[in-house]
Structure formats: structure tokens, C-alpha cells
């Protein structure tokens, strides 16, 4: 390694990857769900008792700390009008069904450590930690300052960094260690789109459809009831008789017939890694409905197309690949069916351009429906000659080896909410998917990741 202080700096970390261990399964055992809010906690105590273990340790460690109201904190080291950012999240998502190990348990089992929040984002994020403490041991003296941000509601909206931003300076430099390696660019933009269609009536009416926890997951159980008269019972009597997907159970009690589905979780901009259990549910009452039903089930059924092209806004573009496009809750109020979508959309594109497609193309459907867009965060783009992007990987071919290629993805990070910051990588393979079940991190992973962070954010810190 060229440069001796960065040597020294690594050195630091490996003699102290087992209090890194110990604060990470610490901070792991919390369960950071967003829950009621309460005073000085507008995202629940638990958040709050992740939030205040991190500037615990900040503060014993000498950094500067602020809290802001409990959306978000930060501690910082070093002097000067640069600064370089690294923002992390301790808010995780549910957990849902089928882990074999306990999902705040933080056990470790052959070389892994295994909760909710292990990889996305609490690991990365306390490996960041320590990377700057690393600097803070080595070169107290250096010309800038570094900041470690704990945001708390990165999950289920981005508030706590709307707050964050609005009393706090943009950075000369940020990352998100919140993606893939060695960087990431481009962020699609990110809407969730909210489609309402009245419930049917006639011969085969549907009473209520429910399920999901959030847009952003992959829906892994749902159900549905459905009122069927005497004249279609028949029909769907066959139709039943020969079904022939086996994650699907039904029962009836009387005339009312109730279908339940089993799918599989995975992360909302990567619906194609899960099986959607509402998508199963829809599919199967467009199967067994009788014909006069058919129209109003065949449209609600299309809607859930993973490219939306259901909804009219497929599409692609060079930079970023195709939109994808996640049914994340599914409801009933009001006598309507509620549809919540969570859409990745290209980077070239417009918030208004994917609004105005989905209008025209769900005007010329039969069935009544009527769309409200709840959320739009813009795309993110930073060009691969971008100072940020080049010094970053330039750092990371030196610490690996690999002359990595910056990447575009649907996910979205602190990044594009923050000026000047890219996300950067957080895992290898072998380590688990985001918002899945059983999520693990390689604990060598774990402090292979923290001295690149170290190494990244040092490199960003006295560039001249």
C-alpha cells in the first residue's frame, strides 16, 4: 500500500474487527421496525434505541454527535471547511414469515451473522462507522471533516433525511454504502403509484383481496373472498377441480369462497426475484371467474405485469435498463380494490412522463380506475468522468484488484437525496439478498468492507 497512513489505518481495523463484530450484532438485536412515534421518536422507540446506541458509541469515542429531533443523527471527526459524508440507515424492514433463524437474533453460524438488517444496512453502516473511527485513530490532525449519518426511516420514506437537509450543509463529497460494487451512478426513479377500481358485483363478486407489508416487498401471502351466486357455482366448482397451482389453498363457507396464497419475499425493485402471493391470488380468480365476471378480473390481473406494461408504463432506456414495477400492498376500503405499486423507473425519464402514461392507458380500461401518485423521488445520474466516480474507482481497483464497473439499479439509496453522493457496494456473494428472509452478511465481508469504506472516505478527505 503506497500511501503509509492508509497502511496504518487498516492495520487499526484488523486489530479491532472484534469490537466491530460486537457493536454490529448489538445494533443488530434492535428491531428497528418503524412503530408508533413518540416524543423525541417520530419513527418509534425502537428507531430511537438504534439511533441512540450509534451516537452512544460516537460519543465515547470523542466525535462530535447531533441529534436531530430523532429523525437522524450523526457523529463527526476532524476540521475544515470539506466534508466528506458516509450516510447509513438503522431502520429495517418487516420480517415477515419462514426464517429459520431468529430475525433480531443476530446468531452467527459458519462465518455469517443472520438478521433482519445485517446487509441492508446496519453491517455497512457500522462498518462505515469504524472506518472513520480508524481515520480518527491514525490521522486526528486530518484537513476535513468526516461525518457517519444514521438516518432512521430510509425504509418507509426518507423523512428522517428531508429533515436531515434541511439544517445541515451538502457535502464536498458523500457515500451511501448502501448498494453494489464498486459504485452505482445511476438510481432509477422511484414512485409508488396507488391504482383504485371499485369491487364488482354479480354472480362472482368480490368481497375483499388483502396483502403486503410494504411497496418496497415482494408480497408473500395473500387472500381474497369472493360471493358466488348459485348460477356460477357450478362453474366455478370446475374450474376449481381442476386448479393447478399448488401454492393456492381455498375453502368455502357457504357461498362466499375464500383463496389464500404462499410466495416469496425479495426487494421491490427486483420483483422477479420473488413470487408475489397476490399476483398468484389475482391470476387464479381471473382463472376460475365465469365469463361475465372475466373483464373486470382479466384487468385487475394485468395490472400486477412486473414491467408494468399492466398499467401502461413499460419502458427502458440505455443508461438504466427497464422499469420494473412491484404490486407491494394490496387492499380493501371504501368498496374499492386499493392497489399500492412501487415503480423503478429510467433515469432519463420524468416522474410527470410515468404519471401521464399510467392516466391514458388506465382511461381506456372498463372497470372504473382512477390513480394517485403517493410518491415520486427522482432519478439519480452522475456521469463515469465524475471526479466523485473516478477517484471512487480508482480505490476500489487498488483495495481489490478488480477494475469494477460503475452501475445503474432500481434500488434507491440516500444518494439521491443528498448533492454530491453516490452509494457504493456493501456485500459479496454468499452474502443474502436485501428484504428476503434469513438476510446474512459474511463477517469477513463485513471488515473487507470497512477498510475499503475507510480507504474511500480517507482518499475523499485529502483530495486536493
Same mark, same amino acid.
Given at each position: 500500500m503506497s500511501d503509509p497512513i492508509l497502511g496504518q489505518i487498516h492495520d487499526w481495523l484488523r486489530a479491532h474487527e472484534q469490537d466491530l463484530l460486537n457493536d454490529t450484532v448489538k445494533m443488530l438485536q434492535i428491531p428497528s421496525i418503524e412503530g408508533p412515534a413518540e416524543p423525541n421518536a417520530p419513527f418509534g422507540k425502537e428507531n430511537r434505541q438504534a439511533l441512540d446506541l450509534a451516537l452512544s458509541i460516537c460519543s465515547d469515542w470523542g466525535f462530535d454527535t447531533k441529534d436531530i429531533d430523532g429523525f437522524i443523527g450523526f457523529g463527526e471527526i476532524g476540521q475544515g471547511d470539506r466534508l466528506v459524508v458516509s450516510l447509513g440507515h438503522l431502520d429495517v424492514v418487516p420480517v415477515g414469515p419462514g426464517w429459520k433463524h431468529a430475525p433480531f437474533g443476530a446468531e452467527i453460524e459458519d462465518g455469517?451473522?443472520?438478521?433482519?438488517?445485517?446487509?441492508?444496512?446496519?453491517?455497512?453502516?457500522?462498518?462505515?462507522?469504524?472506518?472513520?473511527?480508524?481515520?480518527?485513530?491514525?490521522?486526528? %490532525?486530518?484537513?476535513?471533516?468526516?461525518?457517519?449519518?444514521?438516518?432512521? %426511516?430510509?425504509?418507509? $420514506?426518507?423523512?428522517?433525511?428531508?429533515?436531515?437537509?434541511?439544517?445541515?450543509?451538502?457535502?464536498?463529497?458523500?457515500?451511501?454504502?448502501?448498494?453494489?460494487?464498486?459504485?452505482?451512478?445511476?438510481?432509477? @426513479?422511484?414512485? %409508488?403509484?396507488?391504482?383504485?377500481? !371499485?369491487? &364488482?358485483?354479480?354472480?362472482?363478486?368480490?368481497?375483499?383481496?388483502?396483502?403486503?407489508?410494504?411497496?418496497?416487498?415482494?408480497?408473500?401471502?395473500?387472500?381474497?373472498?369472493?360471493?358466488?351466486?348459485?348460477?356460477?357455482?357450478?362453474?366455478?366448482?370446475?374450474?376449481?377441480?381442476?386448479?393447478?397451482?399448488? &401454492?393456492?389453498?381455498?375453502?368455502?363457507? @357457504?357461498?362466499?369462497?375464500?383463496?389464500?396464497?404462499?410466495?416469496?419475499?425479495?426487494?421491490?425493485?427486483?420483483?422477479?426475484?420473488?413470487?408475489?402471493?397476490?399476483?398468484?391470488?389475482?391470476?387464479?380468480?381471473?382463472?376460475?371467474?365465469?365469463?361475465?365476471?372475466?373483464?373486470?378480473?382479466?384487468?385487475?390481473?394485468?395490472? /400486477?405485469?412486473?414491467?408494468?406494461? @399492466?398499467?401502461?408504463?413499460? @419502458?427502458?432506456?440505455?443508461?438504466?435498463?427497464?422499469? /420494473?414495477? &412491484?404490486?407491494?400492498?394490496?387492499?380493501?376500503?371504501? $368498496?374499492?380494490?386499493?392497489?399500492?405499486?412501487?415503480?423503478?423507473? !429510467?433515469?432519463?425519464? /420524468?416522474?410527470?412522463?410515468?404519471?401521464?402514461?399510467?392516466d391514458t392507458y388506465l382511461q381506456r380500461l372498463t372497470s372504473g380506475f382512477h390513480l394517485k401518485v403517493t410518491r415520486d423521488s427522482p432519478p439519480l445520474y452522475f456521469p463515469i468522468d465524475h471526479p466523485l466516480v473516478k477517484t471512487l474507482l480508482e480505490v476500489y481497483e487498488e483495495e481489490t484488484g478488480e477494475k469494477g464497473k460503475p452501475a445503474t439499479m432500481g434500488g434507491g439509496t440516500y444518494a439521491r437525496a443528498i448533492p454530491n453522493t453516490v452509494s457504493v457496494g456493501t456485500c459479496w456473494a454468499g452474502d443474502g439478498r436485501a428484504h428476503e428472509t434469513d438476510e446474512r452478511y459474511k463477517i469477513e465481508h463485513l471488515f473487507k468492507a470497512s477498510r475499503i469504506y475507510a480507504s474511500m472516505l480517507y482518499r475523499l478527505a485529502i483530495m486536493p
Amino acid at each position: 500500500m503506497s500511501d503509509p497512513i492508509l497502511g496504518q489505518i487498516h492495520d487499526w481495523l484488523r486489530a479491532h474487527e472484534q469490537d466491530l463484530l460486537n457493536d454490529t450484532v448489538k445494533m443488530l438485536q434492535i428491531p428497528s421496525i418503524e412503530g408508533p412515534a413518540e416524543p423525541n421518536a417520530p419513527f418509534g422507540k425502537e428507531n430511537r434505541q438504534a439511533l441512540d446506541l450509534a451516537l452512544s458509541i460516537c460519543s465515547d469515542w470523542g466525535f462530535d454527535t447531533k441529534d436531530i429531533d430523532g429523525f437522524i443523527g450523526f457523529g463527526e471527526i476532524g476540521q475544515g471547511d470539506r466534508l466528506v459524508v458516509s450516510l447509513g440507515h438503522l431502520d429495517v424492514v418487516p420480517v415477515g414469515p419462514g426464517w429459520k433463524h431468529a430475525p433480531f437474533g443476530a446468531e452467527i453460524e459458519d462465518g455469517y451473522v443472520y438478521a433482519r438488517g445485517s446487509t441492508d444496512d446496519k453491517g455497512p453502516t457500522m462498518a462505515s462507522l469504524y472506518a472513520i473511527r480508524a481515520i480518527q485513530a491514525v490521522a486526528p %490532525n486530518i484537513p476535513a471533516r468526516i461525518r457517519q449519518v444514521f438516518g432512521c %426511516n430510509e425504509e418507509s $420514506g426518507f423523512a428522517c433525511v428531508a429533515r436531515y437537509v434541511q439544517t445541515e450543509e451538502a457535502p464536498t463529497f458523500g457515500i451511501a454504502p448502501d448498494s453494489m460494487w464498486p459504485l452505482v451512478h445511476g438510481e432509477k @426513479g422511484i414512485a %409508488n403509484l396507488e391504482i383504485e377500481v !371499485p369491487l &364488482n358485483k354479480g354472480d362472482f363478486a368480490l368481497l375483499e383481496v388483502g396483502g403486503g407489508q410494504r411497496p418496497n416487498i415482494v408480497i408473500d401471502s395473500a387472500s381474497a373472498k369472493v360471493k358466488v351466486s348459485g348460477l356460477a357455482r357450478a362453474h366455478v366448482e370446475e374450474k376449481l377441480a381442476d386448479s393447478w397451482d399448488r &401454492n393456492i389453498t381455498f375453502s368455502w363457507e @357457504g357461498d362466499v369462497l375464500g383463496v389464500y396464497a404462499i410466495g416469496k419475499a425479495a426487494h421491490g425493485s427486483y420483483p422477479f426475484g420473488g413470487d408475489s402471493a397476490a399476483i398468484r391470488v389475482l391470476r387464479f380468480l381471473n382463472e376460475i371467474a365465469p365469463v361475465n365476471a372475466q373483464p373486470f378480473f382479466e384487468e385487475l390481473f394485468d395490472t /400486477t405485469h412486473i414491467g408494468g406494461a @399492466g398499467i401502461g408504463i413499460a @419502458g427502458s432506456d440505455p443508461e438504466s435498463g427497464d422499469l /420494473t414495477c &412491484n404490486l407491494g400492498i394490496v387492499e380493501t376500503k371504501d $368498496g374499492k380494490v386499493s392497489l399500492l405499486y412501487n415503480i423503478r423507473y !429510467p433515469v432519463t425519464w /420524468t416522474g410527470e412522463k410515468l404519471q401521464a402514461l399510467c392516466d391514458t392507458y388506465l382511461q381506456r380500461l372498463t372497470s372504473g380506475f382512477h390513480l394517485k401518485v403517493t410518491r415520486d423521488s427522482p432519478p439519480l445520474y452522475f456521469p463515469i468522468d465524475h471526479p466523485l466516480v473516478k477517484t471512487l474507482l480508482e480505490v476500489y481497483e487498488e483495495e481489490t484488484g478488480e477494475k469494477g464497473k460503475p452501475a445503474t439499479m432500481g434500488g434507491g439509496t440516500y444518494a439521491r437525496a443528498i448533492p454530491n453522493t453516490v452509494s457504493v457496494g456493501t456485500c459479496w456473494a454468499g452474502d443474502g439478498r436485501a428484504h428476503e428472509t434469513d438476510e446474512r452478511y459474511k463477517i469477513e465481508h463485513l471488515f473487507k468492507a470497512s477498510r475499503i469504506y475507510a480507504s474511500m472516505l480517507y482518499r475523499l478527505a485529502i483530495m486536493p
